[in-house]
């Protein structure tokens, strides 16, 4: 019996490895070769001539030091409200620790476009960096203070407080109390926080290509434009090359360093950890986090939804009745509400797949039956399942551009094109969500269900799936909103005639005009209102021994 | 030999790598309507023999046969042998009538005779009208009778019972246990018990097994291994000097 479980899961892992290998292995593989081998023959000429030439060593250079001071100011601003979070108890705390996602899960043409509404041209703050590097760190910012704030600071919550007052009663002032005892603890969750904003803010798209101008543009932008608008597919491969490796090495070194630096320590709950605040400086620092919170997050996002309200005839909702139109002379065909449809269907599409597989590979992964569940094999395959969150969007959207516009597998003109690639993007997520919900089922209960007469089958039906139930509908909610608002590898696929709400954005952002701006605000709202319904719905299943991204 | 409930003969179960030998070369038998209880210090492979029997892990060699038929290679959830987990192992998405429903809902009996059934089994563990109840509400002596109605339900003719008394403090424990001996009288059950108490043992059991390091060193009835323990470690885990 216990042979017969191994081979289902063995048959459980191979949709998900099939379809990893076939959309993501085999794209890349083709923009590797196109970059190293361009006519056959292999050669590091192509890639000698792009690096040699100074305005490309311009881009890697912006690209990795925007980065870098991203994830720099992530981490300054981040910690106090990690703090906050971990020692403090405060009304509204728990709603705050929920909304902190919203920006996150914005969809990075929202999180431009609102940035737009108040540093633009025009815009509420009368301080104009549209096109400057000062748009692009804020944005940034905007996009990943919650990663910080939440990945340190619920590790924070489990350090006993009793060891930094040990520490303080030891004669270590405020500052030696956090360098010698708290730092050290929450070293590997900053870690793991700061790589995370590194990575987003290294293959950043959707937010250097609109906010950054012609002067700033990331490798990822430099990759588009070579392929879009100058169709030179083989420096486009070089420079996804150089970005995979960095990907890589950025990947290795966490994986290294988390496995060198953990400390492992008795880990308190929440509550017996957090307090009021007891003093004026301590009430201080709680209004001034969030004011700053305030300033930061919400004053964007008010100031998006509140704008599209804004006509130049005042107030009113001309930007979204004028959606409707497609209008003659307007580079689109289609009108924008229409975009709206396409999304849904795409991610529909898209989340069906994403969970139909990662269902199957955690389970593969997970396994019946504990003993085997640290095998080689399910080992290999969790790997396996990570792997795209090591390459960009825009890579995978390179990658669909060469390999499956051409048989044997002409794809370009397939529904199924977005779906598979928002897919692809979406499914590390899904797998690291339904993985520690299925780990965490008590094998007794299968045992319990089998002894009671219950069929292999029965029992994932009525034991797994009921109690992973909550899970997969976060998983769904995750995949679902992933593919709303994805926009690299969209920029490369979607049709003209069938754009995303993401593409119908930027579009608008393209055309001259305070209507056209208006629309995209309003697109944008309606963009942002969906994601948060989403993100409501995962909020309200999220199990509660998931981890925080 | 067909006159026992069951025969085990020659249980043989192997962990490993690294080969670890769980249980070695079980065997013995139960009458129709026997309780033997199973003593032994953890780590004994006591559990490990349980699990063997209703088919949860897989034997390397030997045979089980129940009521005449082998069942050495049926799986688990065709054998109809009832299992009481340690720590009772309930449905925590279910409530209590769903989780003792659950083996009749297996066996596809219809509705009505379900929830009558299902009355039936709690009002036979002491606990009418828990029915709607959600079972992260229970005390942990709710729990084991909840567990207990569960395993019961499908009216399996052999009940194994892990370490069921095992999270329970002495009074409530004492208790059960005699309510426990009078259900599987009253439904003419067979079963097996494993402890590591020698009092629940002696309290429950028809016949007493001792084991040791995945070894069957004594089979007999209570007062025959009290007054002639086979070896040294049977007296010394009896409590005698």
């Known amino acids: 019996m216990n042979t017969g479980r191994v081979r289902w899961r063995v048959l459980a892992a191979a949709p998900p490895l099939l379809f990893l290998g076939l959309f993501f292995l085999w794209p890349v593989t083709a923009i590797i070769l196109r970059g190293l081998r361009p006519n056959g023959v292999w050669t590091l000429g ?47 705390k728990r709603l705050l620790w929920s909304a902190l996602l919203v920006p996150f899960v914005l969809p990075t043409v929202v999180v431009a476009v609102s940035m737009l509404g108040v540093f633009g041209s025009g815009g509420v703050s009368g301080i104009e960096l549209d096109g400057t590097v000062w748009a692009i760190l804020l944005a940034h910012t905007f ?56 990575l987003f803010s290294f293959t950043s798209f959707g937010i250097v290509l609109i906010l950054g101008g012609i002067q700033h543009r990331t490798l990822e932008v430099e990759i588009y434009d070579q392929t879009a608008n100058l169709l030179q597919l083989d420096i486009a491969a070089v420079l996804a090359i150089v970005q995979l490796a960095v990907v890589s090495a950025v990947l290795i070194w966490f994986g290294r360093t988390q496995r060198r630096r953990a400390v492992i320590f008795e880990q308190r709950s929440g509550s017996e950890v957090e307090h009021l605040p007891s003093s004026n400086r301590q009430r201080a620092f709680i209004v001034s986090n969030l004011v700053f919170m305030a300033l930061l997050l919400g004053v964007p996002l008010s100031v998006l939804a509140v704008r599209s309200f804004l006509t130049p005839a005042g107030w009113g909702v001309e930007f979204y009745t004028s959606l409707t139109d497609a209008r003659s002379g307007s580079t689109s065909f289609v009108s924008p509400i229409e975009a709206i449809g396409n999304s849904l269907f795409f991610a ?55 390999v499956f516009d051409e048989p044997p597998l002409n794809l370009r003109t397939s529904s199924w094109l977005l779906p598979i690639a928002h897919a692809i993007v979406a499914l590390p997520f899904v797998v690291r969500l339904l993985v520690p919900a299925l780990r965490s089922i008590d094998p007794r209960l299968r045992d319990a269900a089998s002894t009671l007469g219950a069929s292999p089958r029965r029992v994932w039906l009525s034991v797994d799936m009921p109690i992973v139930g909550r899970a997969v509908a976060a998983a769904a909610g995750f995949a679902f909103a992933i593919s709303l608002g994805e926009f690299g590898a969209t920029a490369f696929l979607a049709r003209p005639d069938r754009p995303t709400l993401p593409i119908a954005i930027y579009r608008a952002l393209g055309r001259p005009g305070e209507v056209t701006f208006g629309q995209a605000m309003a697109l944008s709202t309606l963009l942002m209102a969906l994601t948060v319904v989403v993100m409501l719905v995962i909020d309200r299943f999220r199990p509660a021994n998931v981890s925080e991204f | 030999m067909q006159t026992n409930f069951l025969d085990l003969h020659e249980l043989t179960v192997r962990f490993g790598p690294p080969a670890n030998t769980a249980i070695d070369r079980v065997s013995f038998s139960i009458g129709f309507g026997e309780i033997v209880a199973v003593l032994g210090a953890s780590g004994s492979g006591k559990s490990t023999l349980l699990r063997a029997i209703c088919g949860l892990v897989a034997l390397e060699s030997g045979t089980v046969v129940l009521e005449g038929v082998d069942i050495t290679t049926t799986p688990t959830h065709q054998r109809g042998v ?112 494993v402890t590591h108490d020698r009092t629940e043992a002696f309290e429950i059991a028809d016949r007493l097994a001792i084991m040791e390091m995945g070894r069957l060193l004594q089979i007999d009835a209570p007062p025959t291994v009290e007054s002639a323990p086979a070896s040294d470690y049977v007296a010394r885990l009896l409590g005698h000097q």
């Open chain 1, 348 to 402: 529909t599409g898209a989340t069906a797949i994403a969970l139909v597989l990662g269902l199957c590979a955690a389970w593969a992964i997970v396994g019946s039956n504990p003993v085997h569940s640290r095998s080689h094999s399910a080992r290999w395959t969790d790997t396996a399942m990570m792997i795209p969150l090591g390459a960009s969007a825009v890579t995978v959207g390179f990658g669909f551009l060469i």
């Open chain 2, 82 to 193: 009832g299992l009481m987990f340690q720590d009772h192992a309930l449905f925590p998405h279910l409530s209590v009538s769903g989780n003792v429903a659950f083996g009749l809902r297996m066996a596809r009996l219809p509705k009505d005779a379900r929830d009558l059934r299902v009355e039936e089994v709690l009002q036979l563990v002491g606990l009418g009208g828990f029915e709607s109840r959600s079972v992260s509400s229970l005390s942990g002596g709710e729990k084991q009778r909840v567990a207990l109605a569960r395993s019961i339900a499908p009216s399996p003719r052999l009940i194994l019972l892990d370490e069921p008394m095992g999270s329970l403090d002495r009074i409530l424990r004492d208790r059960l246990i005699s309510d426990l001996h009078d259900v599987i009288e009253e439904l003419d059950m067979s079963a097996i018990y």
């Open chain 1, 143 to 198: 996009f990943n203070y919650a990663v910080v704030v939440r990945t340190v600071g619920s590790t924070w919550s489990t350090i006993d407080p009793r060891l930094e007052e040990s520490a303080r009663v030891l004669g270590a002032s405020p500052w030696r109390v956090f360098r010698g005892v708290t730092f050290p603890l929450i070293r590997a969750s900053l870690a793991a926080a700061s790589s995370i904003v590194f």
């Open chain 1, 46 to 92: 192509a890639f000698s001539e792009v690096l040699l030439d100074s305005s490309m060593q311009r881009v890697l250079w912006f690209t990795l030091w925007q980065a870098f001071a991203s994830t720099l100011i992530c981490v300054v601003v981040g910690l106090p409200g990690a703090a906050l979070f971990a020692r403090y108890q405060f009304r509204g």
